[in-house]
Nanobody
Framework: QVQLVESGGGLVQPGESLRLSCVAS????????IGWYRQAPGKEREQISC??????????GTARSGEGRFTISRDKDGNTAFLRINGLTLEDTALYYC????????????????WGQGTQVIVSA
């Protein structure tokens, strides 16, 4: 059974950094692409980043224009993916999800087959 569990969220102050984790079970995460998404209060879910099976990193939307604040990575031989966010701002407050299609590549959009439950990030002064 495919399962994704996110962790690492919390209450932080503006300017701080966080590293979110996504632990996969039921499949070998390093064999597939994995992506990060977020949904802020009152807003639609958005795609942040994805890493392909070969390790190519892709960034979308806010993350693409965010001056490198977002970094996706993955344990080479493990079953954990990460999203590091530097210089957190109030606008980063959201529920952060990881998701996968069990595919080799990354695709634009929100139609993923498997989602975690999310980890909450709250940025507040």
């Amino acid at each position: 059974q495919v399962q994704l569990v996110e962790s690492g969220g919390g209450l932080v102050q503006p300017g701080e950094s966080l590293r979110l984790s996504c632990v996969a079970s039921g499949f070998r995460l390093s064999d597939y692409s994995i992506g990060w998404y977020r949904q802020a209060p009152g807003k639609e879910r958005e795609q942040i980043s994805c890493i392909t099976r070969r390790g190519e990193r892709k960034y979308y939307g806010t993350a693409r224009s965010g001056e490198g604040r977002f970094t996706i990575s993955r344990d080479k031989d493990g079953n954990t993916a990460f999203l590091r966010i530097n210089g957190l701002t109030l606008e980063d407050t959201a529920l952060y999800y990881c998701a996968t299609d069990l595919d080799y590549y990354c695709y634009t959009g929100l139609m993923r087959k498997h989602w975690g439950q999310g980890t909450q990030v709250i940025v507040s002064a």
